[in-house]
C-alpha cells in the first residue's frame, strides 16, 4: 500500500482531522502584511494549543507554520461539504484576525461552506477577523469524500405536480380521435 493510500485508510470514519496553517507574512518598512497560503494535514500536526514554527526567512518576507487546528466534519452539514468538493476549487477556509502588533494569526479551519459564511458574518465577528479561502490538499479532499459518501443524502424535491388543464386534454383527446 503507498503512502496515500495509508493516510486515507487511516483517516477513514475519523470527523477530526489535525491540520495545520501556512502563513506568509510580509514586512515592508513599517508595514506588516500577512495572509494563509495553504493548509496541511496529518496527525504530526496536532497540539493542545496553537503555536507557530517559523519555517523559513528571507528578504521578501517569512513564512510560519501554526499547528494545532482541527477540521471537524458533522453529519448535518453533508451537503456543504458535498458542494465544496464539487466547486472547481475545493477550499479549506481559514479564520484570522489582526492582533494588536499587525500580525494575522490563524483562529480556526474550516472546510463547511455555511460555516465560514457564518463566522464571516459582521455581527458574529469583529472588525479584525477574516475569512480566507486555500486549496485544500488532496489528503484532506479524499477524507472529507469519504465522509461524504457514508452520510450526505440529498434531500427529495417536493415539486408540485402539475395538474393538466382539463381543456387541454380534451382538445388532445379529440385530436387523437380526428380522421386522417
Same mark, same amino acid.
Given at each position: 500500500?503507498?503512502?496515500?493510500?495509508?493516510?486515507?485508510?487511516?483517516?477513514?470514519?475519523?470527523?477530526?482531522?489535525?491540520?495545520?496553517?501556512?502563513?506568509?507574512?510580509?514586512?515592508?518598512?513599517?508595514?506588516?502584511?500577512?495572509?494563509?497560503?495553504?493548509?496541511?494535514?496529518?496527525?504530526?500536526?496536532?497540539?493542545?494549543?496553537?503555536?507557530? *514554527?517559523?519555517?523559513?526567512?528571507?528578504?521578501?518576507?517569512?513564512?510560519?507554520?501554526?499547528?494545532?487546528?482541527?477540521?471537524?466534519?458533522?453529519?448535518?452539514?453533508?451537503?456543504?461539504?458535498?458542494?465544496?468538493?464539487?466547486?472547481?476549487? &475545493? *477550499?479549506?477556509?481559514?479564520?484570522?484576525?489582526?492582533?494588536?502588533?499587525?500580525?494575522?494569526? &490563524?483562529?480556526?479551519?474550516?472546510?463547511?461552506?455555511?460555516?465560514?459564511?457564518?463566522?464571516?458574518? &459582521?455581527?458574529?465577528?469583529? +472588525?479584525?477577523?477574516?475569512?480566507?479561502?486555500?486549496?485544500? &490538499?488532496?489528503?484532506?479532499? +479524499?477524507?472529507?469524500? +469519504?465522509?461524504?459518501?457514508? +452520510?450526505?443524502?440529498?434531500?427529495?424535491?417536493?415539486?408540485?405536480?402539475?395538474?393538466?388543464?382539463?381543456?387541454?386534454?380534451?382538445?388532445?383527446?379529440?385530436?387523437?380521435?380526428?380522421?386522417?
Amino acid at each position: 500500500m503507498n503512502q496515500n493510500a495509508e493516510s486515507a485508510a487511516t483517516l477513514d470514519g475519523r470527523r477530526e482531522l489535525p491540520v495545520a496553517v501556512v502563513m506568509a507574512e510580509v514586512i515592508r518598512g513599517e508595514t506588516r502584511g500577512g495572509w494563509p497560503v495553504g493548509v496541511v494535514a496529518g496527525g504530526r500536526f496536532a497540539a493542545a494549543e496553537p503555536s507557530r *514554527t517559523l519555517m523559513r526567512e528571507g528578504p521578501d518576507g517569512r513564512q510560519w507554520l501554526w499547528q494545532g487546528f482541527r477540521l471537524r466534519l458533522r453529519p448535518q452539514d453533508a451537503g456543504d461539504y458535498a458542494l465544496n468538493l464539487g466547486s472547481d476549487r &475545493p *477550499t479549506v477556509f481559514v479564520v484570522c484576525k489582526r492582533v494588536a502588533d499587525g500580525e494575522l494569526r &490563524p483562529l480556526s479551519t474550516t472546510v463547511s461552506l455555511a460555516e465560514a459564511q457564518d463566522l464571516d458574518a &459582521p455581527e458574529l465577528r469583529d +472588525h479584525s477577523e477574516q475569512v480566507y479561502r486555500v486549496a485544500m &490538499p488532496g489528503e484532506v479532499y +479524499h477524507w472529507v469524500e +469519504h465522509f461524504v459518501l457514508d +452520510h450526505y443524502q440529498p434531500r427529495r424535491r417536493k415539486g408540485k405536480r402539475r395538474r393538466r388543464n382539463a381543456e387541454y386534454d380534451d382538445v388532445e383527446q379529440r385530436a387523437d380521435r380526428a380522421p386522417r
